[in-house]
């Protein structure tokens, strides 16, 4: 390099690249001011958009003010390049161009330095070699803002103008010229790859992306947790749980819930049934904070590139979902579960969060939780799980209703597979225990029987009614609360034993009608079919009744099959109906049957499923039945405590839900009686006192119809001690007995006894037509049994809430209805009912025992209502539909043998108990067990044989309607009431 010019000027001849600079320019250089320029212009690294600072950001200070004309020197640059390479004409361009600065008053703006900044993404396109070139000339150039404008001064500018200079003559060293030959040229360095360009290109805009995402990212965020729930909560872990009914002796006879949870403390759960779930659902839950982003992705690429779709839900979003969110599958349902589980890490541990997601998650069948779920599937404690137990469990969560071993086994088995598989990767088993596990044979209980249906429907159910009106059904059903009932379970067998058998019987003195229909052969499969799928599960009970189709007839019974169980009947099973019927029947023919117990050497339903698919499901033996449209009630109560101890509603709970026992006001019929003669004793009447058994009319104020009331056998007995008529339960005696007392004394008696309904002044209401509910009636004989010391029917004891706090208790609750001597005078005649009156059918029970008959007019309903020192207990049997002999019978013959079959199971292994003779009163002779009176009144007492005048009259009054006024067509119409006054049925015994 030599240099050329004047003294002023230098001129500068680098190999072909001519640089003119004047001596003014090289002096402005050294200008403290211009060398704050330079620095600052190096400072700014041609950032478009401003100066960067020490810390690297973009930046512009406030300018500094401008400096005159007279400060900054002219500078004229040109560059001139004939070496340029030829492959960049960009480059040659920019190279060529003349570039000045004037200054002066009239000399244009200078704003090329703007124009190289807006140039530099053109720098980009160039080569690399010709772009560092150009770079470095442009760099060494004494970059000047316009005077306008101003600079930053960097704060650590402190250089000396030699110091510059030496800058200026390196920058310039870096400038030599291109060899003007290929063998003075050196080797070109290779370009950067497209790859390492992309970089540059995601790094330059990166910053700006990242600084809008965030933004995205916080507002998406600001919106998606406004309105999320808060996770503080779960802390106090209350979930829905089961309300669970109690009998007496603490066994489950109801339980009730939208979500069948059985809540275990993790320190319960073993830790075998803990790893399972880990291992097939969240292998990392220990060391993830909530959400596992390489899972998420391997999951969503899974599903771009495949048919099936696979999650990536950790342990604590299945929590956060489960109890905040919807399983839909939405993209802000997955955000707000990502956000809850985040913030769900930060409240609990991972062991509190494990407690929640084992007794939360839903596992099929209606089972939530491993507890319902090991209950469910494998009628155990979760405790009790064996390794394939465990895993099959833990891989029904994928697919809780589609692979479960009931609905899907060889699915449930696949996932069963998979889980000892991964307890094997995991390590929580060895390899030898996972074999083992793989060839267990699972004893797959299959559907659970549901307590409710099975051991006292009608009384659970009613349970669940008065506890829903008190507490609201929406905490019964989710609030755990245990009650604690009256039910005693032995009594209720008995009772449900009790009804069937009298059922039974009634449906056999009616006679066999024959097959209920016959199917052809094609026709068998599909029946047998639609049948099973309405059958329970846990196996076919003893006292229904079930359609069987015969398969086979030989010389020693039938074979036929209910559903899927096979069966047979001997002939001693079915010879009542008698040869000429027997005959007939064939295969295809369609009957009635009832199962006999099971011995002790069969194998039950319930634990059979895998020998059904081997064929090896027991044979039951039936019992041909027939079965008329007749329903029974029965209700039972503790005479000491009112406690309700069983309790039948109807036949067959499936068949029919409405409860006779507890929901229907039926006719009592004369099992009314002993509270009209209850009013008599206390209102001058005594046992011994004597009424005329003859034909009386009546003057109907109620109606305004003329009434002759009869006996039911039509007869007239002349006078009768009130003990011998109650006995006999003749009809005419005891409208006497209301004509002499009146209406408003009944009225009290009946309230004090615990009748509630409002009772008609009509004369047929002493005859019982009226209807009243059998808990009442059932209360008011209890005070005869009681000395006068009526209870209220009581179904539950007492209520607790599911940490065991007693919320409400339910005590006996007595009330002194009548009088002892009242209730000593009406036991001892109901007890000479049993022995000598209507209600014989009952003495087989050869213990003390009271009770009165009811039948109502055509027979239509029949009842026993009757007590021992113990129990006091009512049965009904008739139709629900109101139709005339719809039952045929007496309540003697219909209802009494079901009173009598259950006192005789539930009292079997007591020691009888007599009845207790009260202060205020004594007895006197007659009837099998003496006639109970006041203390005092042996002897008086209102008779009506010292009434003649009445008497004559009333037998002349019968006189003047006519002979024909005792037939019945007679009788029928002056009994026939209104549509709408039913109560003036007549009863008939």
């Given at each position: 390099?030599?240099?050329?010019?004047?003294k002023?000027?230098?001129?500068?001849?680098?190999?072909?690249?001519?640089?003119?600079?004047?001596?003014?320019?090289?002096?402005?250089?050294?200008?403290?001011?211009?060398?704050?320029?330079?620095?600052?212009?190096?400072?700014?690294?041609?950032?478009p958009?401003?100066?960067?600072?020490d810390?690297?950001v973009?930046?512009?200070?406030?300018?500094?003010p401008?400096?005159?004309?007279?400060?900054?020197?002219?500078?004229?640059?040109a560059?001139?390049?004939?070496?340029?390479?030829?492959?960049?004409?960009?480059?040659?361009?920019?190279?060529?161009?003349?570039i000045?600065?004037?200054?002066?008053?009239?000399?244009?703006?200078?704003?090329?330095?703007?124009?190289?900044?807006?140039?530099l993404?053109?720098?980009?396109?160039?080569?690399?070699?010709?772009?560092?070139?150009?770079l470095?000339?442009?760099?060494?150039?004494?970059?000047?803002?316009?005077?306008?404008?101003?600079?930053?001064?960097?704060?650590?500018?402190?250089?000396?103008?030699s110091?510059?200079?030496?800058?200026?003559?390196r920058?310039?060293?870096?400038?030599?010229?291109?060899?003007?030959?290929d063998?003075?040229?050196?080797?070109?360095?290779?370009?950067?790859?497209?790859?390492?360009?992309?970089?540059?290109v995601?790094?330059?805009?990166?910053?700006a992306?990242t600084?809008?995402?965030?933004?995205?990212?916080?507002?998406?965020?600001?919106?998606?947790?406004q309105?999320?729930p808060?996770?503080?909560?779960?802390?106090n872990?209350?979930?829905?749980?089961?309300?669970?009914?109690?009998?007496?002796?603490g066994?489950?006879?109801?339980?009730?819930?939208h979500?069948?949870?059985?809540?275990?403390?993790?320190?319960?759960?073993?830790p075998?049934?803990?790893?399972?779930?880990?291992?097939?659902?969240?292998?990392?839950?220990?060391?993830?904070?909530?959400?596992?982003?390489?899972?998420?992705?391997?999951?969503?690429?899974?599903?771009?590139?495949?048919?099936?779709?696979?999650?990536?839900?950790?342990?604590?979003?299945?929590?956060v979902?489960?109890?905040?969110?919807?399983?839909e599958?939405?993209?802000?349902?997955?955000?707000?579960?990502?956000?809850?589980?985040?913030?769900?890490?930060?409240?609990?541990t991972k062991?509190?969060?494990?407690y929640?997601?084992?007794?939360?998650?839903y596992?099929?069948?209606?089972?939530?939780?491993?507890?319902?779920?090991?209950?469910?599937?494998?009628?155990?404690?979760v405790?009790?799980?064996?390794?394939?137990?465990?895993?099959?469990?833990?891989?029904?969560t994928?697919?809780?209703?589609?692979?479960?071993?009931?609905?899907?086994?060889?699915?449930?088995?696949?996932?069963?597979?998979?889980?000892?598989?991964?307890?094997?990767?995991?390590?929580?088993?060895?390899?030898?225990?996972?074999?083992?596990?793989?060839?267990?044979?699972?004893?797959?209980?299959?559907?659970?029987?549901?307590?409710?249906?099975?051991?006292?429907?009608?009384?659970?159910?009613?349970?669940?009614?008065?506890?829903?009106?008190?507490?609201?059904?929406?905490?019964?059903?989710?609030?755990?609360w245990?009650?604690?009932?009256t039910?005693d379970?032995k009594?209720?067998?008995?009772?449900d034993?009790a009804?069937?058998?009298?059922?039974?019987?009634?449906?056999?003195?009616?006679?066999?009608?024959?097959?209920?229909h016959?199917?052809?052969?094609?026709?068998?499969?599909?029946?047998?079919?639609?049948?099973?799928?309405?059958?329970?599960?846990?196996?076919?009970?003893?006292?229904?009744?079930?359609?069987?189709?015969?398969?086979?007839?030989?010389?020693?019974?039938?074979?036929?099959?209910v559903?899927s169980?096979?069966?047979?009947?001997?002939?001693?099973n079915?010879?009542?109906?008698?040869?000429?019927?027997?005959?007939?029947?064939?295969?295809?023919?369609?009957?009635?049957?009832?199962p006999?117990?099971?011995?002790?050497?069969?194998?039950?339903?319930?634990?059979?499923?895998?020998?059904?698919?081997?064929g090896?499901?027991?044979?039951r033996?039936?019992?041909l039945?027939?079965?008329?449209?007749?329903?029974?009630?029965?209700l039972s109560?503790?005479?000491?405590?009112?406690?309700?101890?069983?309790?039948?509603?109807?036949?067959?709970?499936?068949?029919?839900?409405?409860?006779?026992?507890?929901?229907?006001?039926?006719?009592?019929g004369?099992?009314?009686?002993?509270?009209?003669y209850?009013?008599a004793?206390?209102?001058?009447?005594?046992?011994?006192?004597?009424?005329?058994?003859?034909?009386?009319?009546?003057?109907?104020?109620?109606?305004?119809?003329?009434?002759?009331?009869?006996?039911?056998?039509?007869?007239f007995?002349?006078?009768?001690?009130?003990?011998?008529?109650?006995?006999?339960?003749?009809?005419?005696?005891?409208?006497?007995?209301?004509?002499?007392?009146?209406?408003?004394?009944?009225?009290?008696?009946?309230?004090?006894?615990?009748?509630?309904?409002q009772?008609?002044h009509?004369?047929?209401?002493a005859?019982?037509?009226?209807?009243?509910?059998?808990?009442?009636?059932?209360?008011?004989?209890?005070?005869f049994?009681?000395?006068g010391l009526?209870?209220?029917?009581?179904?539950?004891?007492?209520?607790?809430?599911?940490?065991?706090?007693?919320?409400?208790?339910?005590?006996?609750?007595?009330?002194?209805?009548?009088?002892?001597?009242?209730?000593?005078?009406?036991?001892?005649m109901?007890?000479?009912?049993?022995?000598?009156?209507t209600?014989?059918?009952?003495?087989?029970?050869?213990?003390?025992?009271?009770?009165k008959?009811?039948?109502?007019?055509d027979?239509?309903?029949?009842?026993f209502?009757?007590?021992?020192?113990?129990?006091?207990?009512?049965?009904?049997?008739?139709t629900?539909?109101?139709?005339?002999?719809?039952?045929?019978?007496?309540g003697?013959?219909?209802a009494?043998?079901?009173?009598?079959?259950?006192?005789?199971?539930?009292?079997?292994?007591?020691?009888?108990v007599?009845?207790q003779?009260p202060l205020?009163?004594?007895?006197a002779?007659?009837?099998?067990?003496?006639?109970?009176?006041k203390?005092?009144t042996?002897?008086?007492?209102?008779?009506?044989?010292?009434?003649?005048?009445?008497l004559?009259?009333?037998?002349?009054?019968?006189?003047?309607?006519?002979?024909?006024?005792?037939?019945?067509g007679e009788?029928?119409?002056?009994?026939q009431?209104?549509?709408?006054?039913?109560?003036?049925?007549e009863?008939?015994?």
């Amino acid at each position: 390099m030599k240099k050329q010019g004047s003294k002023n000027d230098e001129t500068l001849d680098l190999k072909g690249l001519k640089i003119e600079v004047s001596q003014a320019d090289l002096d402005a250089l050294d200008t403290p001011d211009q060398a704050d320029q330079l620095n600052a212009l190096n400072a700014s690294n041609f950032e478009p958009f401003g100066l960067r600072d020490d810390a690297g950001v973009n930046a512009r200070a406030p300018s500094p003010p401008k400096p005159s004309p007279q400060d900054l020197a002219p500078i004229s640059l040109a560059l001139e390049s004939s070496s340029l390479d030829d492959q960049s004409g960009d480059a040659q361009t920019l190279a060529t161009q003349s570039i000045a600065t004037q200054s002066g008053p009239n000399a244009p703006q200078a704003n090329h330095f703007d124009d190289i900044f807006k140039d530099l993404d053109h720098l980009e396109e160039l080569d690399d070699r010709d772009h560092l070139d150009q770079l470095a000339l442009i760099n060494d150039q004494p970059r000047l803002r316009p005077t306008n404008q101003g600079v930053n001064r960097p704060p650590n500018l402190s250089r000396t103008s030699s110091d510059l200079k030496q800058a200026r003559s390196r920058r310039l060293d870096r400038f030599q010229p291109r060899p003007n030959s290929d063998s003075d040229r050196q080797p070109t360095p290779p370009k950067p790859s497209f790859f390492w360009a992309m970089v540059r290109v995601m790094l330059r805009g990166g910053a700006a992306l990242t600084i809008v995402g965030l933004a995205v990212a916080l507002i998406g965020y600001a919106y998606l947790a406004q309105d999320l729930p808060s996770v503080e909560g779960l802390k106090n872990y209350q979930p829905k749980t089961v309300t669970y009914f109690y009998s007496n002796d603490g066994l489950i006879i109801g339980e009730y819930s939208h979500e069948r949870r059985l809540v275990r403390p993790l320190s319960e759960i073993p830790p075998l049934v803990r790893q399972a779930f880990i291992a097939v659902e969240d292998a990392n839950f220990y060391h993830h904070g909530g959400v596992n982003l390489i899972a998420m992705v391997r999951a969503a690429y899974h599903n771009l590139i495949s048919d099936t779709l696979q999650g990536a839900s950790t342990i604590t979003q299945q929590v956060v979902r489960s109890f905040f969110l919807t399983r839909e599958k939405k993209l802000v349902r997955k955000l707000k579960e990502i956000i809850l589980a985040f913030r769900l890490e930060g409240s609990l541990t991972k062991d509190e969060i494990l407690y929640l997601y084992l007794n939360q998650i839903y596992l099929g069948q209606g089972a939530y939780g491993v507890e319902a779920a090991a209950q469910t599937y494998f009628d155990k404690n979760v405790e009790s799980l064996t390794v394939a137990e465990a895993a099959m469990l833990a891989g029904i969560t994928q697919s809780p209703e589609g692979k479960n071993p009931l609905k899907q086994p060889q699915e449930a088995r696949s996932r069963q597979l998979y889980g000892i598989k991964r307890l094997i990767e995991v390590g929580a088993i060895t390899t030898e225990q996972g074999q083992a596990a793989r060839e267990e044979i699972l004893n797959i209980v299959g559907e659970r029987p549901n307590p409710n249906t099975t051991v006292a429907p009608y009384f659970t159910e009613h349970v669940r009614r008065l506890l829903a009106e008190r507490f609201g059904e929406e905490s019964l059903y989710n609030d755990g609360w245990r009650v604690f009932t009256t039910l005693d379970v032995k009594s209720q067998k008995a009772a449900d034993a009790a009804v069937a058998r009298g059922l039974w019987e009634y449906a056999r003195r009616r006679g066999f009608k024959g097959p209920i229909h016959h199917l052809s052969d094609p026709e068998i499969e599909p029946f047998l079919a639609r049948q099973a799928k309405s059958l329970p599960e846990e196996g076919l009970n003893p006292n229904i009744l079930y359609q069987a189709v015969i398969l086979n007839k030989d010389a020693a019974g039938l074979d036929l099959a209910v559903g899927s169980y096979p069966g047979r009947i001997v002939n001693k099973n079915f010879d009542w109906i008698g040869q000429p019927r027997a005959k007939k029947l064939a295969r295809g023919d369609v009957i009635w049957v009832r199962p006999l117990p099971l011995t002790i050497n069969e194998v039950d339903r319930t634990r059979a499923l895998a020998a059904l698919t081997e064929g090896r499901v027991p044979v039951r033996a039936f019992i041909l039945e027939s079965r008329t449209d007749v329903q029974a009630a029965l209700l039972s109560l503790d005479l000491a405590t009112g406690a309700v101890v069983a309790m039948v509603g109807g036949r067959d709970f499936r068949e029919s839900q409405f409860n006779r026992a507890t929901q229907s006001q039926r006719q009592p019929g004369s099992a009314f009686k002993p509270i009209v003669y209850a009013a008599a004793m206390d209102n001058g009447f005594t046992p011994g006192s004597v009424l005329i058994d003859g034909p009386v009319v009546i003057d109907d104020q109620w109606t305004g119809k003329r009434w002759k009331p009869v006996n039911s056998d039509q007869k007239f007995l002349g006078p009768m001690t009130l003990y011998s008529a109650l006995v006999a339960s003749r009809n005419l005696i005891t409208i006497k007995i209301l004509e002499r007392i009146g209406f408003e004394a009944l009225d009290k008696t009946a309230r004090d006894l615990g009748i509630t309904t409002q009772l008609p002044h009509s004369p047929p209401v002493a005859l019982g037509a009226h209807g009243i509910p059998m808990p009442e009636l059932l209360s008011a004989y209890s005070a005869f049994a009681n000395q006068g010391l009526r209870v209220e029917p009581r179904y539950v004891t007492r209520v607790e809430d599911r940490q065991g706090r007693v919320v409400a208790t339910f005590e006996p609750v007595k009330h002194q209805a009548i009088s002892s001597g009242t209730a000593c005078a009406i036991t001892w005649m109901l007890r000479g009912v049993v022995a000598q009156g209507t209600g014989t059918s009952v003495k087989p029970l050869n213990r003390p025992v009271a009770g009165k008959t009811g039948t109502t007019n055509d027979a239509s309903d029949a009842w026993f209502v009757g007590f021992t020192p113990e129990l006091a207990t009512a049965v009904w049997m008739g139709t629900d539909e109101l139709k005339p002999r719809a039952v045929g019978e007496v309540g003697g013959r219909a209802a009494g043998p079901i009173f009598l079959y259950y006192h005789q199971l539930v009292l079997k292994d007591r020691p009888i108990v007599e009845f207790q003779l009260p202060l205020d009163a004594q007895l006197a002779p007659g009837g099998a067990f003496g006639i109970c009176y006041k203390a005092g009144t042996v002897g008086t007492g209102i008779s009506e044989t010292e009434m003649t005048t009445s008497l004559e009259e009333d037998f002349l009054r019968a006189e003047t309607m006519g002979a024909d006024a005792l037939n019945a067509g007679e009788r029928n119409d002056l009994n026939q009431a209104p549509p709408e006054e039913t109560f003036l049925e007549e009863a008939r015994d």
